[in-house]
Structure formats: C-alpha cells, structure tokens
C-alpha cells in the first residue's frame, strides 16, 4: 500500500479533517470568521447521580478548522468542568490538532501531544478546579510505516512527559457519502485493517505498553476482527460501539443494520484484547462536525441509543466498557451534561459496582490512570 499523505489531505485523523498548515495571515482571518457552537446549546438538564466520579475517555481539542467551532481549554472548561457532573478526569483523542509546521513529515504528529500536554499541565496546575484535562493522551503515528514508527513513538512518549498513553489509527471505509461529502476526509483506503505494513506499525505498540484506539463502521467489524486477531498482544479499544451507520441504505431497513452490527460486535467480544467506549452516536454522519441538531432531552436519546449501548455492554461485560462523551463532536446531539444524563438513564438499574467499572474504573485501567485525589486548592 501507498504511504497516505496525511497533511496533505487533511489527514484520517478522528473523526474531523485535520487541519492543513496555514500561514498567520490565514489562520487570522479563520479565527475571525469561524463559527461558534451555541451556548446554551438549549437542552441543558440537572445532573443526574451528580456525585458518581466519571473519566471522561474520550474528548478532543482543536481550532482554526474552517467551517469547525474551536473546542481548547476555555471550551472544556465550560462544557465539561460545567456539567454538573462529577467529571474527574479526562483523556484526549488525537484529532489532527496542532502539528508541527515543519521538521520530517512522520515526527510532524509530535506537535499534538506537545499542544495537549501543555493544556495537561494547566489543568494539572490545579488552578482551574478539581478536574484534570487530559491525564492521558492518545496522539499518532502512520502505521503504514510499519516499523517506522518506532522512532515516532519514542518522541511521542518524550512529549507527554508521562502523559502518553496510546495511538488512534481509524479505519473507517463506506461506499456512501458521509459528513455530507462524496469523499470525507476520515475515508481510509479499502482493505486497511489487513495491511501487512499497516499490522507491523500497529504491533510496534506492544513493546511500549501503549494501547490502540481504532474505529470502524459496521460493515467493517468482521475486518477489525481479523485485525484484532493478528494483534494478541496490543490491547484495541474501540471507539463509538463499532461504528453503526444509520444514514444511506442502511437507514432502509435499521433492523438489518442492527443485526448486522450485533453480528460483528459478537465475534468482536470473543477477542480478550479489545475494550469498547460506549458513545460516540451523537455525531450526525449526514453533516459535517460542527452541525447542531435541535434540542432533545435524556430521555428522548437514550430511548434511541439504548439497544446499541446494552448490547455491547452485554457483549462485552462492564470491565471492558467505558463511558465516552465523544466532545465536542457529539454537541451535536445534545450538550455535554445531557450526554452523561444519557448514559445514567441507560445505565440506572446497573449495581454500583458496575457503574463504578462503566464511568470511571474501566478508562483508569486501560489508560492506567491514577486515582485523582487533587483538591481545588493550591
């Protein structure tokens, strides 16, 4: 296979294109005209069990995206630290955010973590509040470098300084138009998952106790199967509940669609290696990321999200589900307290034992993160 130019092409990175380097003058002038998302988004709800801690695992930062509301610090800040939830910590999901301007193509993916670990070390300064940004962070490499990677990962790891805990590869791959684009910029070349160069980048992982986030649509599952099996030793954790499309053809028949994800998400269960984040539904694939539907309600949203979520968390048992927010791509469905609104609602007859493991305890094992105990106060 090729190697993909990734900065050229807005990259695979997340589920949103990133962003090509611009010079000051263009970037000033995106700044001016980028849209903002609304605030109050206008389905803002109490918190529900507003004491039960949560590790967010799953959220992004960017800006200067055209046509892309910013999401940094002041952003999370409001959104997440206030929800009302007890949100303890979270972990950032490379997105394609902040790469180096110059310097070799493959070490340009360092300058994300760079970035997130800087926004890491204010929240960890304690001066912001309780709640600490980005205890882990999951940056990038080209995999289809295959050993390549090495050198990559080794100065990923310098970069966040303790912080680094994993990569995200995508693999997403449909015949349909998504994001409202005949060719959406997550789009990964056919066939991706069964990549012999792709598999040894991927492998490289193992020797430095790093994990994989990777996401597929569901058509695509018994692909990641196969992926999964050839990795025994990477540990996979996989975004978005498999990637269930409910757009094109397969919004026809969603029984079908269902049946089809259960299939996959079955044979998936049976490989030890791989964990779930439960969420990620709240992403519209009819539109691009920034698109805000009208205002729904916890209840509404979880009566839809239910059989996904209960499914996998059934599949899978709670000790290899997590809880994710998927922000701000899932603003939107709805904001960010109304999210985990969703999630308790779903999760409301589950023992405490169990909730402990889907909103907290799940995310620290897999992201070896420690228990955060930090108070407000300097």
Same mark, same amino acid.
């Given at each position: 296979? !090729?190697?993909? /130019? ?41 918190? +529900? ?6 590790? !967010? ?21 409001? !959104?997440?630290?206030?929800? &009302? ?41 304690? +001066? ?6 980005? /205890? ?5 490499? #080209?995999?289809?470098? &295959? ?13 966040? #300084? ?23 910029? +997550?789009?990964?070349? =056919? ?23 990777? &996401? ?46 259960? =299939? ?5 269960? =049976? ?5 779930? =984040? ?38 899978? &048992? ?6 994710? /927010? ?26 405490? !034992? ?20 930090? /108070?407000?106060?300097?």
């Amino acid at each position: 296979m !090729d190697r993909r /130019s990734f900065l050229a092409a807005g990259a695979v990175a997340g589920l949103a294109a990133s962003a090509t380097v611009s010079a000051p003058i263009a970037a000033k002038a995106a700044a001016a005209d980028a849209p903002t998302w609304p605030n109050p988004r206008g389905d803002e709800e109490p918190a +529900l069990e507003p004491a039960l801690p949560i590790v !967010d695992p799953h959220h992004h930062l960017w800006d200067l995206r055209p046509g892309v509301p910013r999401f940094l610090f002041p952003e999370v800040l409001a !959104d997440i630290g206030g929800c &009302g939830h007890n949100i303890q910590q979270t972990v950032f999901i490379e997105c394609g955010s902040m790469y180096r301007a110059e310097g070799p193509r493959d070490m340009r993916f360092v300058g994300e973590v760079e970035f997130v670990n800087g926004v890491a070390a204010q929240s960890a300064s304690g +001066l912001y509040g309780p709640m600490r940004v980005a /205890s882990g962070i999951v940056g990038r490499v #080209d995999f289809t470098t &295959g050993d390549a990677v090495k050198p990559v990962l080794e100065a990923l790891l310098r970069a966040g #300084d303790g912080r680094l805990r994993g990569t995200r590869y995508n693999a997403f791959n449909t015949d349909i138009p998504v994001m409202g684009m005949e060719r959406a910029p +997550l789009i990964t070349p =056919k066939g991706l998952l069964a990549d012999a160069k792709f598999r040894e980048g991927a492998a490289a992982l193992a020797g430095y106790s790093l994990t994989l986030d990777t &996401g597929c649509y569901h058509p695509q599952l018994m692909d990641m199967v196969a992926f999964v099996s050839a990795l025994p030793n990477v540990t996979i954790i996989l975004n978005h509940v498999g990637g269930p499309l409910t757009i094109g053809r397969y919004r026809n028949n969603p029984a079908e669609t269902f049946a089809e994800w259960k =299939k996959g998400m079955t044979e998936l269960a =049976k490989r030890p290696n791989v964990a779930v =984040k439960v969420g990620g539904l709240g992403q519209n694939w009819d539109y691009p990321i920034g698109h805000v539907d009208p205002a729904s309600t916890s209840v509404a949203l979880a009566q839809k999200w239910k059989p996904w979520f209960e499914t996998t968390i059934e599949l899978f &048992g709670v000790q290899r589900c997590m809880f994710e /927010s998927n922000f701000p791509v899932d603003k939107t469905a709805c904001s960010y307290g109304t999210i985990w609104n969703t999630f308790k609602r779903i999760a409301a007859g589950a023992s405490a !034992d169990e909730k402990a493991a889907l909103y907290a305890g799940v995310a620290r094992k897999y992201y070896r993160l420690p228990v955060q105990t930090a /108070s407000a106060t300097p």
